[in-house]
């Protein structure tokens, strides 16, 4: 844990200084906007899919996987198709994102209840239906992102789809209070997760409303979501790798030790990865490409060792 | 009966090209190819762009659907298709390195060579499907789709490094508005491959059955299932390399044609073949009407409606899939 702490205070630092040239009043501010976008975004995306997880009770499932982030894209292209881009430019970013959370939560809500709502269904239903319906939401997005007139479209591009190379700033601010808020929420909740590892009978058996903290914590899961994919656009595979690096490297069930080391171990993927593509390499933003590689690879070699049974 | 099926679906298909010539950016006035004869400029687009348009559709359409069924029936799985078990996309990665190593090649060494990465992608997820404990229906395609995601990162990857990002989008996105006369006869070559599917149907079946099952009948178990996924790699390719991919056609509609006919290959591929060319007609067809006179890829309508019917179809079979 110390060394994981270590470790992504050296990937920061290095992010922060690496060749920068020139005027360090200009390269520290515009470096720690970036810094902060990703922190932010390793934080949410790791909290949200091992409490996912947890909830589910299987390392395999991720929000990721089962098409939040594409649900997201999706309620934002359909909020510009329907209002018109012109209106939608003039409502104020804050709002607008409080408005596209509420509505994923509605959907998750409905999504997920359709999903789990049967008493025992094969995971590898979900999982399949969660990867189709993502591409669904893509295609659905895609195709209206078609309808939209080419020259609206361009001028609302930059400002609703973000990437890790195009770090949306202008909800930083809102996204690090959310972000705190709800880890603030998890952290007084960690006895509870604990508990909802055991399973649904333990759980009740041991005093805690499982139906009740499922559904809130559900909850917490979107908004994280909703706040990672604002901030950088869909990943699908991130959480699963750092997920599971974490169970493998912190071989406890412990809630309080498990959610700030795939914490910390997201940080050092991404900022170590994003120094090493950017400075090292100069690869500009091919991170999400390699994440995907490796995380896909992940997801083979879980299936392969037989994790799913 | 199979026989009414079969010819309403080709009814189906020669109304839907009719439409299909009668449609598009350029004006096209049936009339005036009476009134003016041979000389009309309708016939020039007429035979330039409309007919190898409608031509390219109907033989891409068939050549997936095709594909799909020998896979279906060859990995006994019902979730599969090139665009889920890894063949498209090798194949699209085939087509970068070509682009990258010798952009002069012509396009059948091109599609010759996306055939051998198609082929090899395919390999590879039989494989790793032998590694995987737990042999569950819907693990196959949800190895297959994971693994189509690794290799395209691949592709993603190398083609960002060399800036040709834009020119993959025009080979991993579906669209019939670049077919020209000259540039889709490569795909002539579905008919040679609907032809020896239809030469092997009982073959295929058999090994369908399995190794031990086939081999037991007197079926060289391995000639076939090479022979079938060698098809399966060059109609692909085809596809991949003349208008780029087309996802979950290879899988909606041979197991559409199924819940109607049943698994018996010899009767329900002329069902496939002429299904798969109707769906893809109406969906270029859509596309070109939706936002005239511009045009949406097939790429996109087909992820949408794709999709969906994937979808329905595994909630549809859960009790007896799941």
């Known amino acids: ?309 | 009966m199979s026989t009414p099926v079969t010819l309403w679906t080709a009814m189906a298909v020669l109304v839907l090209s009719c439409i299909s010539l009668c449609i598009g950016a350029g004006t096209f006035d049936l009339q005036a190819l009476w009134t003016d004869g041979w000389h009309a400029s309708e016939v020039e687009v007429l035979l330039v762009s409309r007919l190898p348009r409608t031509l390219a559709l109907i033989l891409a359409g068939a050549g997936l659907a095709i594909t799909g069924l020998i896979l279906q029936i060859l990995v006994r799985n019902r979730f599969v298709e090139p665009s889920t078990v890894g063949t498209t996309e090798s194949a699209s990665l085939g087509v970068l390195l070509v682009v990258l190593l010798a952009p002069g090649m012509p396009v059948v060494g091109r599609m010759l060579v996306a055939a051998t990465f198609a082929l090899a992608g395919t390999g590879l997820f039989l494989l790793i499907l032998r590694t995987v404990p737990l042999r569950s229906v819907l693990m196959v395609p949800l190895v297959g789709i994971v693994l189509s995601g690794v290799i395209g990162a691949v592709t993603t990857f190398l083609a960002f490094r060399f800036d040709l990002l834009q020119s993959i989008g025009a080979w991993t996105m579906g669209d019939f508005s670049v077919v020209l006369r000259g540039r889709y006869e490569l795909l002539w070559i579905v008919l040679a491959a609907v032809a020896m599917a239809y030469a092997m149907a009982d073959r295929l079946t058999v090994a369908g059955m399995g190794h031990d099952f086939a081999t037991n009948l007197g079926l060289n178990h391995r000639s076939v299932m090479t022979l079938g996924l060698v098809i399966v790699a060059i109609v692909s390719a085809a596809v991949v390399v003349t208008v780029g991919t087309i996802p979950f056609l290879g899988l909606v509609v041979p197991n559409v044609v199924s819940l109607a006919l049943g698994d018996n290959m010899r009767r329900s591929l002329p069902v496939v073949v002429l299904g798969g060319a109707a769906l893809v007609l109406v969906c270029d067809i859509m596309g070109r009407i939706v936002i005239h006179p511009y045009e949406i890829p097939i790429g996109t309508t087909m992820g949408v409606l794709g999709s969906a019917l994937f979808l329905w179809l595994l909630l549809r079979g859960r009790s007896r899939v799941a």
């Open chain 1, 1 to 309: 844990m110390t060394a994981l702490g270590a470790l992504s205070l050296v990937a920061a630092a290095l992010f922060m200084t690496l060749e920068a040239r020139g005027n360090w009043s200009f390269v520290l501010p515009f470096r720690a906007t970036k810094l902060a976008g990703l922190v932010l975004v390793a934080v949410a995306v790791a909290v949200a899919t091992v409490v996912f997880q947890t909830i589910t009770r299987n390392r395999i499932l991720t929000p990721g996987i089962m098409g939040f982030g594409a649900l997201y894209v999706l309620i934002q292209t359909v909020l510009v198709f329907g209002l018109g881009s012109a209106r939608v430019a003039g409502i104020d970013p804050r709002a607008l994102f409080a408005a596209e959370v509420a509505l994923m939560l509605v959907f998750a809500g409905l999504l997920f209840r359709a999903l789990f709502g049967g008493s025992t269904r094969s995971l590898h239903l979900l999982l399949l239906v969660g990867i189709v319906c993502g591409t669904l939401f893509a295609s659905i997005a895609g195709l209206l992102q078609r309808l939209i007139d080419p020259g609206e479209f361009l001028i609302l591009q930059d400002r609703l789809f973000a990437s890790f190379n195009g770090i949306d700033d202008t909800l930083l601010g809102t996204a690090a209070i959310v972000v705190a808020a709800v880890c603030a929420v998890l952290w007084r909740w960690l006895p509870v997760l604990d508990v909802l590892a055991l399973g649904r009978e333990h759980a009740i058996a041991l005093g805690v409303a499982q139906d009740r903290m499922v559904a809130l914590a559900l909850g917490l899961v979107t908004i994280l979501v909703a706040v990672s994919t604002a901030l950088v656009g869909p990943i699908a595979f991130l959480g699963l790798l750092v997920a599971n690096l974490a169970y493998m490297l912190l071989p406890t069930a412990r809630h309080a030790v498990l959610l700030p080391g795939a914490a910390l171990i997201a940080v050092i993927c991404l900022v170590g990865g994003q120094t090493l593509l950017e400075r090292v390499l100069s690869y500009d933003t091919v991170l999400a490409v390699v994440i995907e590689f490796a995380g896909g690879l992940v997801f083979l070699l879980l299936v392969i060792k037989g994790a799913t049974r």
